[in-house]
């Protein structure tokens, strides 16, 4: 296999990382932990999704796994309403389908939910639909600009 855009920006940056390789293709957080072949950590699962603002405009989210975006917070820190953007939005701003999508590959403004820096570690989509990535979430801040914010939901 050709080496990932992902995993070849890591290196890049000389940040440690794990590859997580998956034997069928995933879109959920129940789908990467039946899928992958190695040992995960549930609760270490991150999801990228991209939303569109009433402005026209793509924003990303990264929070964790079993959480979901409050639509008001995201609305408080950005300033305009937005939604989940299509499968068609997601694959013409980012050149994966949705389950792929890769927090560090991405052009859209990036919002972190802060719960995703309290882990030891993370892992997210890759940009391919067969393999993750694991980091310390540290890292993030030599990876991506962002901006660090609480748009989850209650728990």
């Known amino acids: 296999m050709q080496e ?9 940056k000389d940040v440690d990382f794990r ?12 789908d990467v932990v039946r899928y992958s ?5 549930v609760d ?4 990228t999704i991209l939303l569109k603002g009433s402005d026209g405009e793509m924003h990303a989210a990264l ?3 079993s959480h979901r975006i409050d639509f008001a917070k995201v609305r408080g820190v950005i300033g305009v309403s937005v939604r989940i953007a299509t499968f068609e939005e997601i694959k013409a701003t980012t050149g994966v389908e949705p389950g792929a999508v ?3 590959l991405l052009r859209a ?3 972190v939910d802060r719960r995703v820096l309290a882990k030891d570690r993370i892992n997210f989509g890759s940009g391919h639909h067969l393999y993750g990535l694991e980091i310390d979430p540290r890292e993030l801040e030599r990876l991506v600009e962002y901006r660090l914010v609480d748009i989850a939901e209650a728990h």
């Open 102 to 104: 890769c927090p560090i």
């Open 44 to 47: 270490e699962i991150c999801k």
């Open 37 to 41: 072949t190695s040992e995960i950590a």
């Open 109 to 111: 403004p990036l919002l």
């Open 63 to 65: 929070l964790l796994g």
């Open 4 to 12: 990932l855009d992902s995993a070849r920006a890591l290196r890049k």
């Open 19 to 30: 590859l997580i390789e998956l034997s069928q293709r995933a879109i959920s957080v129940e």
